[in-house]
């Protein structure tokens, strides 16, 4: 099972939309795919259709056993667990992550975890084979946080892969440009590409589904699909 961990160095970068979208990408490449929402707002469950009346999550819930009955299964087979509409500490969701490794699960599955921004890395039980992805956009902001987050991965013992995946870029943005050229010139944790901003992904939520399904010729599409194949290059290491 490889355990993929998707985060943004800061709220609003569309990490839920990557998760969403990645999942169904490698659904259709024959792999078992399961979303986790560890976020508070509870929003992946919308992007696979899941209706409003469908509040609950595991968040909801005082035990594993019961957390897992609220999984459910989207049309592509994706199948996924909504936070919820509880509160949950960052010990919670530790111990949720922990107890995903119970899963009775084939080689072959993907464990996608949607993670807040707020919860810091450390607070997460990563382990060696996993993948964390922190979404940056093209901006001073993210670059002034990018730099802090390298400092604390210097004095941390962190033994897991680390990746920096550029979200929402403009190509024509002249100062989005230098800045990814930028980091990819100097950053050693920075991936090749970038899922560039795309209309089909606001259209697609708006629809409650991911740009595979409503457009699979778009470039969104195929910006996931890279996605999908590098990280697989990557877990194979």
Same mark, same amino acid.
């Given at each position: 099972?490889?355990?993929?961990?998707? =985060?943004?160095?800061?709220?609003?970068?569309?990490?839920?939309?990557?998760?969403?979208?990645?999942?169904?990408?490698?659904? =259709?490449?024959?792999? *078992?795919?399961?979303?986790?929402?560890?976020?508070?707002?509870?929003?992946?469950?919308?992007?696979?259709?899941?209706?409003? =009346?469908?509040?609950?999550?595991?968040?909801?819930?005082?035990?594993?056993?019961?957390?897992?009955?609220?999984?459910?299964?989207?049309?592509?087979?994706?199948?996924?667990?909504?936070?919820?509409?509880?509160?949950?500490?960052?010990?919670?969701?530790?111990?949720?992550?922990?107890?995903?490794?119970?899963?009775?699960?084939?080689?072959?599955?993907?464990?996608?975890?949607?993670?807040?921004?707020?919860?810091?890395?450390?607070?997460?039980?990563?382990?060696? *084979?996993?993948?964390?992805?922190?979404?940056?956009?093209?901006?001073?902001?993210?670059?002034?946080?990018?730099?802090?987050?390298?400092?604390?991965?210097?004095?941390?013992?962190?033994?897991?892969?680390?990746?920096?995946?550029?979200?929402?870029?403009?190509?024509?943005?002249?100062?989005?440009?230098?800045?990814?050229?930028?980091?990819?010139?100097?950053?050693?944790?920075?991936?090749?590409?970038?899922?560039?901003?795309?209309?089909?992904? =606001?259209?697609?939520?708006?629809?409650?589904?991911?740009?595979?399904?409503?457009?699979?010729?778009?470039?969104?599409?195929?910006?996931?699909?890279?996605?999908?194949?590098?990280?697989?290059?990557?877990?194979?290491?």
């Amino acid at each position: 099972m490889q355990r993929i961990f998707i =985060k943004g160095v800061k709220g609003g970068l569309g990490s839920t939309s990557v998760v969403a979208n990645l999942a169904c990408v490698l659904k =259709k490449s024959d792999v *078992n795919v399961i979303a986790i929402d560890l976020d508070a707002k509870s929003d992946l469950g919308l992007h696979f259709g899941l209706p409003w =009346k469908c509040t609950k999550g595991w968040s909801n819930e005082s035990s594993f056993e019961k957390a897992i009955t609220h999984f459910h299964q989207d049309s592509d087979g994706v199948i996924f667990l909504p936070f919820g509409d509880s509160h949950a500490e960052p010990s919670d969701i530790k111990k949720l992550i922990n107890n995903c490794n119970k899963f009775d699960c084939t080689a072959n599955t993907w464990l996608l975890f949607d993670c807040p921004s707020y919860i810091e890395l450390e607070q997460l039980p990563l382990e060696r *084979n996993d993948i964390v992805l922190e979404l940056i956009n093209c901006d001073a902001i993210c670059h002034s946080l990018i730099y802090k987050r390298l400092q604390k991965l210097k004095k941390s013992d962190s033994n897991w892969k680390h990746f920096f995946l550029a979200n929402r870029y403009n190509s024509a943005s002249v100062l989005e440009f230098d800045l990814f050229s930028l980091w990819q010139s100097t950053l050693p944790l920075m991936a090749p590409f970038f899922i560039n901003s795309d209309e089909v992904i =606001k259209e697609s939520t708006a629809y409650r589904n991911v740009a595979l399904n409503c457009a699979p010729y778009s470039v969104a599409n195929d910006d996931f699909e890279t996605l999908a194949g590098w990280l697989v290059s990557k877990a194979a290491l």
